[in-house]
């Protein structure tokens, strides 16, 4: 009896499905939102992060009002349509400085290495907590104003320029803290980002005739405000809040953001994506 064995159909290749880490542009957007609610969950359980967008405009407004007002408007009625703007800029400049230190903070606590395990865009993580800030700039904006109508300020630009001067400062500020979020990425410390950070920032919004008329400063200084962005905001938001005008000064600093992210916001991306 013969055995006739069936012939053995060729076996067909193993596919391997080809692993993607490719995530789409919605996706991206949906997890950045995500890191966004999480940075805004943090202020919520950690209140004191809120410190300096709410007790320190209120005490800046208050101090500066009552104790330059006289000496460099004669008094301090006639000082508020000058800082009001002024203390506006710095306080929601100064608040850019923390997405940096937040960011060096979280990358040293090892919450980013717990990130690269979730299937999210990597890059949700760094544009989460910028959209988080965003918040922050928004807080500090409304306090501000509203100390400054409860001391008397009374802006002549209406509501109309105050809620474009409250805008122009929160994209002004965004695009500022794409520059600490590389100092932030790239930096050894949270401690050595708010330093540097602060040690830059201090001197422009100073500087910028904030406080006081620039044109009262050395020749030299008011050189150097040409090419200080804090200086273009101040007058431009001066200009808005005061009389609604739309001047040379808005354009520059809405200019200078454009320039300050396209040029930081890859570098930072870059970094960030290196490291992460």
Not at 69 to 94: E, K, M, R
Not at 196 to 209: H, Q
Request: glycine share 10%.
């Amino acid at each position: 009896m013969t055995t006739i064995t069936a012939p053995t159909a060729a076996a067909a290749p193993l596919r391997i499905p080809e692993a993607s880490n490719r995530i789409g542009i919605r996706q991206t957007v949906s997890s950045s939102l995500t890191m966004a609610y999480r940075g805004i969950l943090k202020i919520k359980h950690n209140p004191e992060q809120l410190f300096d967008v709410t007790i320190q405009p209120i005490l800046f407004t208050a101090l500066f009002t009552y104790i330059f007002g006289g000496a460099i408007a004669g008094n301090a009625h006639d000082y508020l349509p000058l800082l009001i703007p002024g203390i506006l800029v710095q306080t929601v400049v100064l608040t850019s400085v923390v997405t940096g230190t937040q960011l060096r903070e979280d990358m040293d606590k090892g919450v980013f290495d717990r990130f690269k395990s979730l299937p999210i865009a990597r890059i949700s993580a760094l544009s989460g907590a910028l959209i988080a800030d965003m918040v922050r700039y928004g807080i500090a904006t409304t306090l501000t104003v509203i100390v400054g109508l409860c001391l008397g300020y009374r802006p002549g630009g209406g509501v109309a320029g105050v809620l474009v001067a409250a805008l122009v400062i929160v994209v002004c500020s965004f695009a500022i803290s794409w520059i600490w979020a590389l100092v932030g990425v790239t930096g050894k410390s949270a401690s050595s980002v708010q330093g540097i950070s602060m040690m830059v920032m201090f001197p422009l919004t100073f500087m910028s005739g904030a406080f006081a008329p620039a044109q009262t400063m050395p020749g030299w200084m008011q050189g150097i405000n040409h090419v200080n962005p804090v200086y273009y905001m101040v007058n431009a938001c001066r200009d808005l809040m005061n009389g609604n005008v739309y001047g040379s000064n808005l354009a520059w600093s809405l200019i200078g953001s454009a320039v300050v992210i396209a040029v930081f916001a890859p570098l930072t991306v870059k970094a960030y994506m290196r490291r992460a």
